[in-house]
């Protein structure tokens, strides 16, 4: 259990930074003077390297070891950022992710970074050419200063102690001895690392972490560690836990660093800093200072959220609609009774908890910026991989979705904006050509709008050839020629929507497989959205997906069939109203209405849900909804309309399955089971 | 001696029978029950426990037993095998008791109506007492009630 507790920690904090370290190199190449951004990613990629070193991920230490000397170049001003750089830069991020991908699906994170790690110190061998040799010396020497296990701290845990000490930090030897008759030794030895942790950063740890997590150790441990407080203030809040028999914090200097550091790579350790230092300007070193500092301030910050796991959520809100349930009955009871104080606090947990209910919505609501961010770097890829220019301008990232629903967007939005990437914007070439601006534009916005999210992929690039879209959807027999010509123009836009439809006339690795669009439709609507595209041929396209706000709570229609109560969503209901049994006409033995100048079909439900106790053809009026699928309408007969009610949405669990025009069912408020009407199941 | 399994007794007309106490959820009285359309006759519909939609079927009708009229005995008892969640209405509830696995039988081909492959075995409880175990996988098994719904439909 502790080492999950510390594992997803790990986890959750390793993609922080590897998603910031993503945006920030991606600024970085836009504005590559910027050396500010460069101390960001320092920043990031020294955190990360800490992390993993001291969980034993070594694989993932090296690797954000290299590219943090490659950076450290950057930062001093000795190295100037190349696309060569960049581009191993990134490649080394994305082992990185994989890595840490590794991890999460309970790998070790190892991995073959040889390649990358080579291309990283040539890029610092070529600099140090003509300056600083010794620290290129120290690369070579890494290795070996890994290999040997026995020593107590290794090359970089060395580094990262003694980078602390010119910052201004206190690196501390801190010994732990627990009491003998101590039971939970691995929970007590996790409390320490916690006060370790809140107060800095573990650096390592003997025995290892996940030794002292599963008990394999006697009754004492050694841990160094970075810390921000005092020695004797340390020793307090460790001593504070109970069942500790003693602590011994001792500060730590250069050359007790030294002694404890192993034989070989202390010579390589102890040499290259100082060359730095030397020339290192004083600026420079305020710089590293401030850099230091930073970290430790953006601790308090996190400190201000907390993960929970979703699970949770959706227990605390089915707990919370049960109490609605009783609210009901206490109130109805409340009114039967007529005493005034008992009214009064019936209400009074009424506006509380409908203050609740809106609390628990809002704690399930995620920005969208989570599945946004990864946007600018995949467009990034995808334009240099086909030569073209992009700029992709991404607003209101801050909107927020129900986290069911952000789950489930990244992929459909992916296709998107490949699609605008590989077939909407021209090459650079036809671009100016047409008289535009050599770079495209791709704009990305998400905004709120009633119960509904709208995200638009807009881009100035070609539009759609409506020709062409009408040729191939004939050749791909997704129409008839007779069809086409009865077609408006939003008509035939919405073609390339159709299954088995692709435009492009080669088929490129990006896009164009002719599978992208429709599934991106079809994921969308069974999102409970909607997708629709503008375009003007020569301009641009503009792609534009509705999503419910949530996909746990959505409006629907309450009506009965006899004794029985069922929910139809409101996003498909066109119009309610009474339709006379006389003014029904029979079109082939099927009966049909006259509805707004069109025949529209008649479903009576009462037939599709075999009702036990309804049957509308013994009345002379029917009430009826009229529901729509697409383009398609159909006049729904039912008993009585209940009202409209935001209902929650639940399923009918694993045991019933794909049952026939029932999509899930929803808890009223007398604490009876309704179902949910799938309107898509009744229009053929 | 075998292990030692606890078991939960219930009754469908004059047999008993046992499911594993791990298996079982926990044990309702009967409260509305929504019927859903288009499902096998055994399959009586949802309840709502404690805010989660639960399928309710009736074993009476699942084991081709005649089905009978709810009496103020009847129970909800819900099980879960897998991530599979569902109540089984039956006559009464009464008992948790112990037994050793060792004295459960495997069960004659056609026990009290009830084909062998939905039990476990019939365990002795002395004072020729015999308790039917139900083999709850074979019971919730999907396969067959789409078959049994192609049949219906």
Not at chain 1, 300 to 308: N, S, W
Not at chain 2, 61 to 86: D, K, M, Y
Not at chain 2, 120 to 133: P, S, V, W
């Amino acid at each position: 259990m502790d080492m999950n507790a510390y594992l997803s920690m790990f986890i959750d904090e390793s993609n922080d930074h590897l998603q910031s370290l993503n945006e920030n190199l991606l600024q970085l190449e836009s504005n590559p003077e910027d050396l500010s951004i460069v101390q960001s990613i320092f920043r990031s990629a020294h955190t990360l390297k800490g992390m993993s070193a001291t969980m034993g991920f070594e694989d993932l230490a090296a690797l954000t070891h290299e590219m943090e000397n490659v950076l450290d170049l950057v930062r001093n001003s000795k190295l100037k950022m190349d696309s060569f750089i960049f581009d191993t830069l990134f490649k080394g991020l994305d082992a990185l992710e994989a890595m840490v991908q590794d991890i999460i699906g309970g790998g070790t994170g190892k991995a073959d970074v040889t390649a990358i790690v080579a291309a990283l110190q040539s890029i610092l061998k070529s600099d140090y050419k003509s300056g600083s040799a010794p620290s290129a010396s120290s690369e070579t020497s890494a290795p070996a200063g890994e290999e040997s296990s026995a020593s107590l701290l290794d090359q970089f845990q060395s580094s990262i102690l003694l980078q602390s000490m010119e910052t201004g930090h206190e690196p501390y030897y801190v010994q732990v001895t627990l009491d003998d008759n101590c039971v939970l030794k691995a929970a007590r030895a996790y409390m320490v690392f916690d006060v370790l942790e809140r107060t800095g950063e573990v650096v390592k740890s003997d025995p290892s972490v996940q030794d002292l997590e599963q008990e394999k150790f006697d009754r004492s441990f050694k841990v160094f560690t970075i810390s921000t407080i005092p020695a004797a203030s340390l020793r307090e809040q460790i001593a504070n836990i109970s069942e500790i028999a003693s602590v011994e914090v001792t500060p730590l200097d250069a050359e007790s660093l030294a002694s404890l550091t192993s034989a070989p790579a202390a010579a390589a350790v102890e040499a290259p800093p100082k060359p730095a230092e030397a020339e290192e300007t004083p600026a420079a070193k305020k710089e590293a200072a401030e850099t230091a500092k930073k970290p430790a301030a953006g601790t308090q910050a996190v400190g201000r959220t907390i993960r929970v796991d979703i699970d949770r959520l959706d227990t605390l809100m089915n707990l919370f609609s049960e109490l609605l349930i009783d609210r009901v009955r206490l109130e109805q009871l409340a009114s039967e009774i007529k005493r005034n104080d008992l009214t009064e606090t019936v209400e009074h947990m009424a506006r509380v908890s409908s203050d609740l209910q809106n609390i628990v919505l809002k704690l399930r609501m995620v920005p969208v910026d989570s599945v946004f961010n990864r946007f600018p770097r995949m467009v990034r890829d995808l334009a240099k991989s086909l030569d073209k220019k992009i700029d992709l301008v991404i607003t209101g990232a801050d909107t927020e979705l129900d986290r069911t629903v952000i789950d489930e967007i990244g992929d459909p939005l992916v296709h998107l904006l490949r699609n605008s990437v590989d077939h909407g914007i021209e090459t650079t070439a036809k671009r100016l050509e047409a008289g535009k601006p050599e770079t495209g534009t791709i704009n990305l916005r998400a905004y709120h709008s009633g119960n509904h999210v709208f995200i638009e992929v807009e881009e100035d690039g070609a539009g759609i050839n409506q020709e062409k879209v009408l040729k191939t959807a004939i050749k791909n027999g997704v129409i008839t020629e007779e069809e086409s010509k009865k077609l408006n123009s939003n008509e035939i836009n919405m073609l390339i929507f159709a299954p088995g439809f692709s435009t492009a006339d080669k088929i490129s690795d990006i896009s164009g497989r002719g599978v992208g669009l429709d599934v991106v439709k079809t994921k969308i609507t069974s999102l409970g959205g909607n997708v629709t595209v503008h375009s003007e041929f020569g301009k641009g396209t503009k792609f534009s997906v509705q999503l419910p706000l949530t996909l746990s709570i959505i409006s629907a229609m309450l009506i009965k069939l006899g004794s029985e109560k069922y929910a139809i969503p409101l996003t498909s209901i066109v119009e309610t109203g009474i339709v006379k049994r006389s003014s029904m006409l029979n079109v082939h033995g099927n009966r049909m209405i006259k509805f707004r100048n069109t025949i529209i079909p008649v479903v009576s439900l009462s037939q599709v849900l075999e009702s036990p106790d309804y049957d509308e053809t013994t009345e002379e009026e029917n009430e009826m909804i009229v529901i729509r699928k697409g383009e398609k309408w159909a006049a729904v007969l039912v008993d009585e309309f209940i009202g409209q009610s935001e209902i929650v949405l639940k399923s009918l669990g694993k045991y019933l399955t794909n049952i026939h025009a029932i999509s899930g069912a929803t808890i009223l408020g007398d604490g009876q089971v309704a179902l949910i009407i799938d309107p898509n199941a009744l229009i053929k | 001696m075998g292990e030692e399994l606890k078991v939960i007794v219930f009754a469908l007309g004059n047999e008993e029978y046992g499911i594993e106490v791990d298996r079982v959820r926990t044990i309702e009285r009967l409260s509305p029950i929504t019927r859903v359309p288009k499902t096998a006759a055994f399959i009586k519909g949802v309840i709502n426990l404690r805010g989660v939609v639960v399928p309710v079927i009736d074993l009476r009708g699942r084991f081709n037993l005649e089905e009978t009229a709810p009496t103020e005995h009847s129970r909800i008892i819900v099980v879960a095998v897998g991530e599979v969640e569902v109540g089984f209405i039956v006559d009464s509830a009464n008992d948790v008791i112990d037994i050793d696995t060792d004295d459960i039988d495997t069960p004659p081909e056609i026990v009290g109506g009830i084909k062998a492959k939905y039990l476990r075995g019939i365990a002795k409880l002395g004072e020729g007492r015999l308790l039917i175990m139900l083999n709850l996988a074979e019971v919730l098994n999907r396969n067959e009630i789409v078959q049994i719904e192609q049949l219906e439909v």
